[in-house]
């Protein structure tokens, strides 16, 4: 694997169609949903585009013969639609709160078949944090199989950091989740998380569109659907797995910085959630 990594700065830009205008509650997370972001770090949104949009986005992409980067918007407008779906909105709202912008830095990634990766890479420079502040919005316009190259990433990754060259070094890990998913899915992940491109061993080019959204506030309250009675029961439970691909030292560290992130995301800044011991999976 040889590591290619982008580095951005994240900062709040003014966004042109794509607006924070007001949600509908019913597409706001649960819960359970953020506690498992929390987690994980990644999570899968599957909305259903009106028909015809992903297989048109796909056609377009294949058929330019440069990569526009910044500019792919301008390129293929439909895109916007992608962003705009409630579901998608109501997910970024719900991490990164309602007044959510869309980052001026997005990038058209296509991984042709050939037998090269991308080696293991977090994105932008290595001062990393805790909170939710800044997501990737990975869509991607046709069905991903395992032959294809996914988008592999790695669970609970968001916590930790390591220098992209030494990253480089590193094969497969255990735990690692390969992106395979259906045309029209936008894989919400935060932005720490390590991540990299696999071999496309298929015959036709793989597509995916990286955008980024960043906090614009911090948080005073919970932005998704919170149940004030069950949620930091819900939260409890989920912090205190164990994390299956760490040692007992690692596990008892990212256990006590899922409770900060999750309290961060409440509006709280001092006393974290309780997080119950348990030493099954997630």
Not at 62 to 81: C, F, H, K, Q, W
Not at 92 to 98: F, I, K, Q, T
Not at 123 to 131: A, K, L, V, W, Y
Request: hydrophobic share 30%; proline share 8%.
């Amino acid at each position: 694997m040889t590591a290619t990594a982008t580095t951005v700065t994240p900062s709040p830009v003014t966004p042109r169609p794509w607006t924070a205008k007001p949600i509908d509650r019913q597409y706001l997370l649960s819960d359970e949903q953020v506690a498992k972001f929390v987690v994980h770090g990644y999570m899968l949104v599957t909305p259903e585009h009106r028909a015809g949009v992903n297989e048109t986005i796909d056609a377009q992409l294949s058929a330019m013969t440069r990569n526009p980067g910044n500019d792919i918007l301008d390129e293929v407008p439909l895109l916007y639609e992608v962003y705009n779906h409630p579901m998608v909105r109501g997910a970024l709202a719900s991490l990164l709160g309602h007044d959510v912008a869309m980052h001026e830095h997005r990038h058209w990634h296509n991984r042709g078949p050939g037998p090269w990766s991308q080696g293991w890479h977090q994105d932008s420079t290595n001062e990393r944090h805790h909170q939710v502040r800044v997501v990737l919005g990975l869509y991607y316009p046709h069905d991903v199989t395992p032959e294809m190259g996914p988008t592999v990433i790695l669970p609970g990754s968001h916590f930790r950091n390591c220098p992209t060259d030494r990253m480089a070094t590193y094969g497969n890990i255990r735990g690692q989740v390969p992106v395979t998913v259906k045309a029209g899915t936008v894989a919400i992940t935060h932005y720490d998380i390590w991540h990299g491109g696999s071999i496309n061993r298929s015959s036709r080019v793989r597509h995916m569109l990286k955008f980024l959204f960043n906090r614009t506030s911090e948080p005073t309250g919970p932005a998704w659907n919170h149940d004030p009675v069950k949620g930091p029961a819900i939260a409890s439970e989920y912090f205190g797995h164990w994390s299956p691909n760490t040692g007992q030292s690692d596990s008892y560290k990212e256990r006590g910085l899922r409770a900060e992130c999750w309290n961060h995301l409440m509006g709280k800044t001092k006393a974290p959630v309780e997080t119950k011991a348990s030493s099954g999976g997630y």
